[in-house]
């Protein structure tokens, strides 16, 4: 092992042939998952609410060779992230990786906050993390290759934001504190589990921030006085990350958040 891996160190990133579930395939970065995993040779499952977005994804990781099966649902229950874990074990064989993608935000001042947004904020973010690790753990548990897991938190997470992100900014803590619980349970079991933590990245909802427009600008002018790197996120910033984290590279990291944005956190 260790003389293959210094001779051919690329193979420590070679997940081909691989089964990952991708859950909010149809988000920003549940597309970008879904893609990156079906171009480095996985086999997919991807869930989503929206049946239409979720065939055009399937359709574009299919067009890169993956085998895809899709469950047209989000992970409302435990009993349906079992069923997303069971579809790819009975259509694929396994479940090597998980990328839960799926969530939600809400952003209001706290006094304009309802107590039924909060909730639905903590549920989309925080327990359907939880159900979707909890069902991929007893399948991962019975493989002896183990298994990833890969959730999305935020910089949020670690960071307060002033324009009412009360609900997300406590979900998103609460993920890395799933991470690092779960990093620390299941070590012993060969089963990682890490999180993805964006800034601001290039998607449908934040394309107005990349216009040239006194609104953009003045958004830029801000938020890219805090960022080393001088830009905003694009996708494929966060490919790398998700490539490390699902393959045998992390094999000894884990209980980690990844902040993806481009030294944002570090200052």
Known sequence: MMADVWTHPLELFDIKGKVAL??????????????????????????????DALEKIAGECRAKGAAVETVNKRPSSAEVCAEMVENCV?????????????????VAKINDLTPEDFSNVMEANVTQSWLLARAA?????????????????SARGLLGHPAGYTAYCASKAAVDGITKALGCELGADNITVN??????????????????????????????????????????????????????????YTGHILYADGGYTAG
Request: with cysteine; net charge negative; glycine share 12%.
């Open 137 to 153: 753990t007893s399948q991962m548990m019975t493989q002896p290759q183990g298994g990833k897991i890969v959730l999305v938190s």
């Open 90 to 106: 009975a259509h694929h064989g396994s479940l090597d990786i998980l990328v839960v993608a799926s969530g939600m935000n809400k």
């Open 195 to 252: 999180a993805i933590a964006p800034t601001v990245f290039r998607s449908p909802l934040t394309a107005w921030m990349f216009e040239d427009d006194e609104l953009a600008k003045g958004f830029r002018d801000g938020f890219l006085a805090r960022v080393p790197k001088g830009r905003l996120g694009e996708p494929e910033d966060l490919i790398g990350p998700l490539l490390f984290l699902s393959s045998r590279a992390s094999d000894f």
């Open 22 to 51: 991708v859950t909010g395939a149809t988000g920003a970065f549940g597309a970008v998952a879904a893609n990156a995993l079906a171009g480095a040779g996985c086999d997919l499952v991807l869930a989503a609410g929206n049946s």
